[in-house]
């Protein structure tokens, strides 16, 4: 039961967020969102209906090391679906496109649905480096072996970005093998599940924020916020957090008939249509909002 999680503007998420996690103290864009992870989760869970390739139930299994586990598999050519297929595993060697230079080893309990990953599972062209593939960009789990100093089996972490799920096997597998480098200690502030409910959106949208208020100088009192592509997974996480922040949000979406009540839940003031190019007879027109999270 969370946001839809479809990245419009991923980020280098992991490495923002290893720097974040360092100092949970009230400055940072993840203790910030702790106070306001409330905010995006809906009154009355989500239930979309389940896309061919939804795995049935949202998480991996949590139970002790088995010999063999379950991985998502996806091949395709020049942009058709070949198969999408939940097969069984007994060893991480056996999967397509292992990375040479991964030297952790975490059972995953939750992913996500990013937008790269839908597309993926369709079989789109341009999003991997070559099929097949285990899809999934992020993911929050536990270490069970670590062949690097910086981890140990039993720590809880998070992986989100990086090239898992495009260029490496990613995280609809019960079982991934990283780099080190790439894995973040889950903050104190959230569970796993939390973690995932975020995602490189939601992360993202948070990072937008900051970068509002640090270079942008965004204040609440200083007018209203634009959030473009409103209805998406980061513009939907930004339109809540600058809502719980206090801001004026005026969600712009390409359905607003549709999705209106929805952003209005989320804190939205006001909801509009898509931007449209027309209406600049003159090159110098009144300012209309004092910052914009744009997706689009």
């Known amino acids: 039961s969370s946001l839809p999680l479809c990245c419009g503007a ?22 910030r969102l702790g106070r306001v992870a409330a905010h995006l989760k809906p009154a009355q869970p989500l239930r979309p209906k389940p896309h061919r390739w939804a795995l049935a139930g949202a998480r991996c299994s949590t139970s002790p090391p088995q010999a063999s586990f379950l991985a998502w598999i996806v091949d395709a050519s020049k942009g ?11 060893a991480l060697s056996e999967l397509p496109q ?13 992913s996500t649905i990013n937008y790269k990953d839908a ?14 593939i285990v899809p999934g960009i992020d993911l929050a789990g536990v270490v069970e072996s670590s062949d690097s100093p910086m981890w140990k089996a039993g720590d809880e972490v998070v992986l989100t970005g990086n090239k898992i799920g495009q260029h490496f096997d990613g ?26 409910t975020i995602g490189s959106a939601g992360f993202t949208a948070m990072q937008m924020v900051m970068h509002l208020e640090k270079f942008g100088e965004a204040l609440p009192e200083k007018g209203p916020v634009l959030v473009t ?21 005026v969600a712009s979406s390409g359905r607003p008939s549709v999705l209106a009540e929805y952003l209005r839940g989320l ?19 009144t300012q209309r909002w004092a910052a914009v999270v744009d997706t689009v």
């Open 171 to 196: 995280g609809y597998s019960q079982l991934c093998r990283v780099q080190a480098e790439w894995l973040v200690r889950r903050p104190p502030a959230f569970s796993l599940e939390d973690c995932m």
């Open 119 to 132: 597309m993926i599972m369709d079989g789109r062209d341009g999003v991997v480096r070559s099929f097949p």
């Open 98 to 110: 292992q990375d040479s230079n991964a030297s952790v080893t975490v059972r995953v309990h939750f």
């Open 10 to 31: 991923q980020m280098a998420a992991s490495r923002a967020m290893a720097e974040c996690a360092s100092v949970l103290d009230g400055r940072t864009s993840l203790s």
């Open 267 to 285: 804190g939205a003031a006001e909801v509009i249509g898509r931007l449209e190019g027309g209406g600049r007879e003159r090159p110098l027109q």
């Open 229 to 249: 592509g409103a209805g998406g997974g980061v513009g939907s996480t930004a339109v809540a957090i600058l809502a719980k922040l206090g801001y004026h949000v």
């Open 80 to 90: 058709t679906l070949g198969s999408a297929k939940l097969l069984n595993f007994n």
